[in-house]
């Protein structure tokens, strides 16, 4: 998950949606990635908002899902959704 | 209260730049003159700086509008404005590497080209665009 350092609402949704993939899928590696700190690759993957939720090198959303929107998009990539 | 005439000399902008922006939604007049003459406060010249400021920043009237609505929400915290300039240089960078792609694009197209004197039925330029296109020569 790409976030800029200050925005109050990722910090208050971070861990819960962290949490809800995690659950999700088994052995998922959530990162959390402050944007200023990776510039390069959130232009690389084609990140312009903030937050974004990239998912195997994928821009899936870009502000924050609820936790069924986030299941459900890792449950697509995941081959468990099928 | 001033006029519109004297806003624009006072922030270099003109009359019908200063309408556009009230149709935008970016300033309002404060009242009218007794001959229905727009009339300003004097913290609409600071306004205009502030759009002219942001504009040179890459932002476009829309996002303009939306930065001065969180200037004037009162839980509004500095970290909102923050994500909204790092928003931009994202955007800015992305456009950036595009820009750079297209300019590595045409180095390639250049050099291919290095016989100037073809004439331009032969030229390797028009040729590759044609290609890149997917169309055939007519």
Excluded at chain 1, 1 to 14: H, I, K, L
Excluded at chain 2, 111 to 130: D, G, H
């Amino acid at each position: 998950m790409f976030y800029s350092p200050g925005c109050a609402a990722c910090e208050d949704r971070q861990s819960e949606l962290r949490a809800a993939a995690q659950d999700a899928v088994k052995g998922l590696e959530w990162r959390d990635v402050n944007v200023l700190d990776n510039l390069d690759a959130a232009v690389e993957l084609g990140v312009i908002t903030l937050p974004a939720i990239v998912i195997n090198g994928e821009v899936v959303f870009t502000s924050l899902p609820s936790r069924t929107q986030l299941c459900k998009a890792l449950a697509e990539r995941s081959g468990a959704g099928k | 209260m001033i006029t519109i005439g004297k806003l624009a000399g006072l922030t270099s902008v003109s009359n019908d730049t200063l309408r556009y922006y009230e149709a935008e939604g970016l300033i309002r007049p404060a009242g009218k003159s007794p001959a229905g003459y727009r009339l300003y406060d004097p913290d609409s010249a600071r306004r205009i700086h502030f759009i002219k400021h942001a504009q040179q920043c890459g932002f476009t009237l829309a996002e303009i509008r939306d930065l001065l609505d969180v200037r004037s929400r009162e839980k509004a915290c500095c970290g909102d404005v923050r994500t909204r300039a790092i928003e931009k240089k994202l955007q800015i960078e992305s456009k950036i590497r595009a820009m750079k792609a297209m300019s590595k694009a045409l180095d390639q197209l250049i050099s291919e080209c290095a016989n100037e004197k073809r004439p331009v039925e032969e030229c390797t330029i028009i040729a590759a665009l044609e290609q890149a296109n997917g169309s055939k020569r007519v």
